[in-house]
């Protein structure tokens, strides 16, 4: 097991990756953030999950927690995107009051990405702020989402506008709650880490094609060590960059447009993994185009996107056209107005944020 830490001062944390089910590290890691306040017992924590994880591993970080002397309340959403929802978080919100959580109590998030999102947004605003504990169970979650303290929910005019910056007090990343995840998910999860590689890490976009049968099955060594890397590459990120006013904003590379794919075809047509991966193929196209990049980019990305599985012919019959796609996009969050805060590669491993019109995306997109 590897622990890594996202230093922000007095509010840094720790990111265990471990080969063990997360039950008690993550009763380890409430007691820790409890005991800070006072005692954990009966001290109320509400334990948020899903109908695919829930019924998999909620119970025994229930009876963990509560072998600690916590009260847990449990809540399980239907799993899926169209849960990212203010219903979500007001439901939660509400049993959260019902409960007696205070501003000392705690969060556990179990699941993917959509539960983190949600029970991070919902520790962000309850009492003004209390304590969230991540525990991701998709590799999605644990290479991105649950590191970095992004958390909202979608609105109908686009993907997570509604939200704050929420930073955990722990992650915990198991390995072993991988072994459930379906073959369509672990692609998923893959298009985050490569982003990771094409942004910032030359050698593990190499890993990519050296190991990428041993990533597909996701074998314990490989793959707790793409997380560790994933993970140490966006802690540096966050820890220089916090709030996404500078650097923090390439990691969105690819996701400009991959964020329209899913507004148009609705969330969850397309994996989010699957979206970016196409949003990166555009991005690849638009650093060649904008001379941020020398020919040649392109082919490099949709070589590796797609010896992953994962989709990179932008001209399917199935997607909306151009024109549709950078419509949707202007509601995105790195819009403004007339340009958009447009991440582009200089090479693999190398990236940069360019300020461009909406016009002069719509030409390199044409070209």
């Not at 959580?101 to 539960?115: E, F, H, N, Q, S």
């Not at 490569?194 to 190991?211: C, E, M, N, Y």
Request: net charge negative; glycine share 10%.
């Amino acid at each position: 097991m590897g622990t890594l830490t996202v230093d922000l001062g007095d509010r840094s944390y720790p990111i265990h990756v471990t080969s063990d089910l997360p039950a008690e590290r993550v009763a380890s890691e409430a007691r820790r953030v409890r005991e800070g306040f006072g005692s954990t017992e009966g001290a109320p924590v509400l334990l948020v999950s899903d109908t695919n994880v829930g019924p998999l591993y909620a119970d025994d970080v229930v009876s963990a927690l509560e072998a600690q002397g916590f009260r847990v309340v449990t809540h399980t959403i239907e799993a899926g995107e169209p849960s990212k929802s203010l219903e979500t978080v007001s439901t939660l919100i509400d049993l959260a009051l019902d409960s007696g959580l205070g501003r000392r109590d705690l969060i556990v998030a179990l699941g993917g990405g959509v539960v983190g999102d949600i029970a991070g947004f919902t520790a962000a605003i309850l009492h003004r702020g209390i304590a969230l504990i991540q525990v991701p169970t998709t590799l999605l979650a644990q290479v991105d989402s649950a590191v970095g303290g992004k958390t909202g929910v979608n609105h109908p005019k686009g993907k997570n506008l509604v939200g704050a910056f929420w930073q955990p007090d722990a992650v915990v990343a198991s390995h072993a709650v991988l072994a459930t995840l379906p073959e369509r998910e672990r692609r998923c999860g893959l298009a985050e880490a490569i982003k990771h590689g094409f942004i910032s890490d030359a050698a593990l976009v190499d890993r990519f094609a050296q190991d990428g049968e041993a990533f597909a099955r996701l074998e314990r060594e490989p793959t707790m060590r793409l997380v560790e890397d994933c993970c140490r590459i966006k802690a540096s990120i966050v820890a220089a960059d916090e709030r996404e006013s500078g650097r923090r904003a390439v990691l969105n590379f690819g996701h400009t447009l991959g964020h329209a794919y899913e507004r148009l075809l609705g969330y969850g047509e397309l994996t989010h993994g699957e979206a970016v991966s196409l949003g990166m193929v555009h991005a690849a196209r638009v650093s060649e185009r904008v001379g941020s990049a020398a020919p040649g980019l392109a082919a490099r990305v949709v070589e590796v996107l797609a010896a992953a599985g994962l989709p990179v012919d932008t001209d399917a019959p199935s997607l909306p056209p151009m024109a549709e796609l950078l419509e949707a996009a202007r509601s995105d969050k790195k819009a403004d107005g007339d340009t958009v805060r447009f991440v582009v590669l200089e090479e693999v491993g190398r990236s940069l944020i360019r300020g461009l019109t909406w016009d002069e995306l719509s030409d390199a997109l044409a070209a």
